[in-house]
């Protein structure tokens, strides 16, 4: 099945750990993107990659980093400098340079930093 | 990047039909209209996309505005399995176009 995947689905870390969330797509997709949703919001852009071994900024970077080294991964890693890391966290996948083109989502990680 | 508009929530009887209403007043020439829907707790799902044409596909009907300045995502019976977050969103073929920026959405809501 195609598609794209997300692990785990939820995770839980102590205050001032990194975390690494997973996303894997196998859809030959050359554009991710990374999203962050907090109770009641719509989706907020952290990352994004149009191709591999390069990303972009979306609105709230700060306090995350990724990589693209593959074309079906890229990785969220969400570090101590993020001051409200609790949310529901969401990878998504698309063709690159077409408008036209839909996302495909994955089912999202919950992490909670306690 | 050009934005959206929609109400917070709307309400909806189930089998009846539900226009949801975006607004896109500063959408260029080139920027696709596309609606995504999101169940709770999960990721969103593509309904429909559309550039100038009224478009149909098994979930829905985009109907756009001659001028391009607002849409209306028309489904035709509701189901009590629509009620979710309805987002309105533009992409740009260009650069911009990788963006995929959401709004707040349209919380829909099916009563039986």
């Known amino acids: 099945d195609g598609g794209i995947t997300q692990s785990p689905k939820y995770l839980f870390r102590k205050e001032g750990q990194n975390v690494t969330l997973s996303c894997e797509q196998n859809?030959?997709?050359?554009?991710m993107y990374w999203y962050r949703q907090d109770p009641g919001q719509g989706l907020r852009l952290i990352y994004y990659s149009q191709i591999v071994n390069d990303f972009q900024k979306g609105d709230i970077a700060e306090g995350y980093s990724v990589s693209r080294e593959k074309k079906e991964s890229f990785p969220l890693t969400v570090t101590s400098a993020q001051k409200n890391p609790t949310a529901f966290y969401l990878c998504a996948s698309s063709i690159e340079g077409g408008g036209y083109t839909e996302a495909f989502f994955g089912q999202g990680t919950r992490l909670t930093v306690v | 990047d050009a934005k959206t508009t929609q109400p917070n929530s709307m309400e909806s009887n189930e089998e009846e039909p539900v226009h949801l209403p975006c607004n896109h007043s500063t959408i260029s020439g080139t920027d696709y209209i596309h609606w995504y829907r999101q169940l709770p707790s999960q990721g969103p799902e593509y309904v429909i996309h559309?550039?100038?044409s009224n478009v149909n596909n098994r979930m829905a009907s985009l109907a756009i505005a001659e001028d391009r300045k607002s849409s209306t995502l028309i489904l035709h019976r509701a189901t009590l399995r629509d009620a979710a977050v309805y987002y309105c969103?533009?992409?740009?073929?260009?650069?911009?176009?990788?963006?995929?920026?959401f709004g707040e959405g349209t919380q829909l809501t099916v009563n039986p």
């Open positions: 969103i533009l992409r740009d073929p260009g650069t911009s176009g990788s963006r995929l920026t």
């Open positions: 859809l030959n997709h050359d554009a």
């Open positions: 559309g550039l100038t």
